[in-house]
């Protein structure tokens, strides 16, 4: 997969009438602690809260009617899996979703109430794997797997195509990273519009699997400890991950502590609702100041779903 801004305009095009076009954010006390200037892509005002209704629509529609019919399966803690369940809502298809037994409650309710049917299972990587591949072969539905899928990722590069748009100017794109399909995405996108610009990605330092991967040059799994960042807890995968080695400056990362600052703090003085996951980019703003004084920074918010019965943060 090569940077190909006309494929990337193409897909925005046609998933805009199955998603929102989210606004960009600013806040002048973040840029003067920076001394920088941040826009804030806010796709935690995203149809489900979160990009990956990007993905999940382009994949979906990017099927054939006949196969599209027999509906989309896949596993999710939680985003993905809403995102697979209102996309196929939105096409009048069915969905269904395996969830690990540690996903947040608030994003389970969320799936179901989009009509998704929900198999529990362990939270590994196999078992979520087995169980979504027997329902594909008993029910015929496709699998969209949440990261690791062309489709997926292609769409999820919408957002910085968005923000681009809007901000042709940018020197940096900062995205958080978990299972890859955000950050190869926004690679994709942002190195099409300007092959000079940088992307960096933030990651927790509890679940540091893909800056150990991109260290390496290969794939090392997920420990798929419990950070609070969630959605953060999946490993790379084999499309991804060489469009990440190729097109990212560097993966930065965070502690819990701050983590959780950085998500109290936008609550606090921005009044955005954001998940964890999305305030590990805006931690690694403060912990790697010097990475970004002086710079026009683009940073997407990737979500918002937040459970607010275990305010962890």
Not at 259 to 285: C, F, H, N, Y
Request: aromatic share 6%.
């Amino acid at each position: 997969m090569k940077p190909d801004l006309q494929k990337h305009t193409d897909i925005l095009n046609r998933i805009s009438p199955y998603i929102h076009r989210t606004p960009v954010l600013t806040s002048s006390t973040l840029n003067e602690a920076l001394g920088a200037e941040v826009l804030l892509k806010s796709e935690h005002l995203q149809k489900m809260g979160a990009f990956k209704m990007r993905g999940a629509t382009n994949a979906a529609l990017n099927l054939s009617e006949s196969q599209r019919n027999k509906g989309l399966v896949t596993h999710s803690s939680g985003n993905h899996g809403q995102a697979v369940a209102l996309a196929a809502k939105s096409l009048g298809i069915p969905a269904y979703v395996v969830v690990p037994t540690n996903a947040p409650e608030s994003k389970v309710e969320a799936m179901k109430g989009y009509g998704a049917q929900i198999t529990m299972c362990e939270p590994t990587v196999e078992a979520r794997d087995r169980e979504a591949q027997k329902i594909a072969k008993t029910t015929g539905a496709h699998f969209i797997h949440p990261s690791n899928d062309s489709d997926v990722i292609w769409g999820q590069g919408t957002a910085a195509l968005e923000l681009l748009q809007d901000y042709p100017d940018l020197d940096i794109v900062l995205v958080a990273v978990g299972g890859g399909g955000l950050l190869a995405g926004t690679c994709l996108a942002a190195t099409a519009f300007n092959p000079n610009i940088q992307v960096y990605a933030a990651e927790p330092e509890l679940v540091s699997d893909a800056k150990e991967s991109f260290e390496a040059g290969k794939i090392i799994p997920s420990t798929g400890a419990m950070t609070v960042a969630d959605g953060l807890r999946t490993s790379l995968g084999t499309i991804n991950f060489p469009i990440i080695s190729e097109h990212t400056s560097d993966i930065l990362l965070v502690s819990e502590e701050e983590i959780k600052d950085a998500t109290r703090w936008t609550w606090e003085r921005m009044k955005q609702v954001i998940e964890p996951s999305a305030g590990v980019p805006i931690a690694a703003l403060h912990r790697y100041k010097h990475l970004f004084e002086g710079k026009k920074i683009g940073l997407i918010l990737c979500g918002g779903n937040v459970d607010l019965r275990e305010l962890t943060f």
